[in-house]
């Protein structure tokens, strides 16, 4: 796996119009069972980028709740295809760790 520089990472997504924050803000839908239990908390959703583009191995590794696990990986998938890494002229595959801050009413 590649750990990109933080301009390269930017610079990944084809849709240069969307960001990996931008997709998550508008269709993340905080579950109901949240805003009773966790009150303003962090998650982190990772993933990797393929050799072809494509978002694979998604998982949640750090979790406030199973509910907004699910929904984290439901946005996820939504994500556009991104340009494949480089290094060294070679294509390879990208490990991306997304820090997700809800504010949610107690």
């Given at each position: 796996l590649h750990y990109p520089l933080r301009r390269q990472r930017q610079m990944c997504i084809r849709d240069r119009d969307k960001t990996i924050?931008?997709?998550?803000?508008?269709?993340l839908k905080i579950p109901k069972t949240l805003n009773s239990c966790c009150g303003s908390?962090?998650?982190v959703i990772q993933f990797a980028v393929g050799i072809d583009g494509k978002i694979k191995n998604i998982k949640v590794v750090r979790s406030l709740h199973p509910d907004l696990d699910k929904e984290l990986i439901r946005v996820a998938k939504l994500l556009p295809d991104f340009i494949p890494g480089r290094s060294a002229g070679r294509r390879v595959e990208v490990l991306y760790n997304v820090p997700i801050r809800l504010l949610t009413d107690q």
């Amino acid at each position: 796996l590649h750990y990109p520089l933080r301009r390269q990472r930017q610079m990944c997504i084809r849709d240069r119009d969307k960001t990996i924050l931008a997709v998550f803000s508008e269709n993340l839908k905080i579950p109901k069972t949240l805003n009773s239990c966790c009150g303003s908390s962090l998650s982190v959703i990772q993933f990797a980028v393929g050799i072809d583009g494509k978002i694979k191995n998604i998982k949640v590794v750090r979790s406030l709740h199973p509910d907004l696990d699910k929904e984290l990986i439901r946005v996820a998938k939504l994500l556009p295809d991104f340009i494949p890494g480089r290094s060294a002229g070679r294509r390879v595959e990208v490990l991306y760790n997304v820090p997700i801050r809800l504010l949610t009413d107690q």
